[in-house]
């Protein structure tokens, strides 16, 4: 069973979450706590898991390592891969605080983890993956690798309008902030994007003519500790 939900651009999300960052609500710690939680439904009871995540330079790379850091926090075996060397700080140190192991790209197996996470580029970015980040993710198409959960946007999709190139890995999952992107649903995105999970932040979007089927909405996770 699908649900059916209004789609919106990058700009019009991004203009939508101004007011509550303005007031200080800390949306990436919400959604990083909702990411974590549907990364633990994927994995289920799967014992000792092993999670890779692909973390690039931005806010969405923050975004997976405050997930990462909660998976750490549970007992998962989480490894984080820098895509561009560098990383949103205090994700970062979050994520090491509570246990994630920080790895290079060189000797990587990627086939040894249960789950990737791919937290490469945002909404923000437009265009292909370029150096290191390119390379890491055309290694890992030339191997069987693991199911990957991408997070907002599969790294490399036009949020807008769906395009990419073929250094993208495709998602088993995409979990989706605010409300599904417009691209997820044209061009290229369909084929890579997967199922579509929306993490509800109860932003105040516009009336929008675009809609998508979406697996399931989710509400945003707290950004208080348990």
């Known amino acids: 069973m699908t649900v059916t939900v209004s789609a919106y651009t990058a700009e019009q999300v991004r203009a939508a979450e101004r007011p509550l960052l303005d007031a200080g609500e800390p949306l990436m710690l919400r959604a990083s706590a909702a990411l974590a939680t549907v990364i633990a439904d994927v994995l289920g009871d799967r014992p000792h898991p092993r999670v890779l995540v692909l973390a690039g330079r931005g806010d969405n790379g923050g975004d997976a390592l405050y997930a990462a850091e909660r998976l750490a926090e549970s007992g998962m075996d ?32 990627a086939t040894e983890y249960d789950l990737i996470v791919d937290g490469i580029l945002g ?12 390379a890491i993710v055309g290694a890992m198409l030339a191997a069987e690798i693991p199911p990957v959960i991408a ?16 250094a ?5 999952l995409t ?4 409300a599904p992107k417009i691209g997820l649903g ?23 003519d675009v809609r998508l089927d979406v697996a399931r909405v989710v509400g945003g996770g707290s950004s208080q500790r348990a």
């Open 78 to 109: 989480v490894d984080a891969l820098l895509t561009s060397g560098d990383a949103h700080v205090s994700a970062l140190a979050a994520a090491m605080s509570a246990g994630v192991r920080r790895i290079e790209s060189d000797g990587l197996d």
């Open 123 to 134: 909404i923000g970015a437009r265009g292909a993956l370029r150096g290191a980040a390119r």
């Open 151 to 166: 997070v907002d946007v599969p790294s490399g999709v036009n949020p807008d309008d769906g395009t990419a190139d073929e």
């Open 168 to 172: 993208v890995l495709p998602a088993a």
């Open 175 to 178: 979990v989706t902030f605010a």
């Open 186 to 208: 044209r061009a290229e995105g369909p084929r890579l994007t997967g199922e579509i999970v929306v993490v509800d932040l109860g932003l105040e979007l516009p009336e929008s």
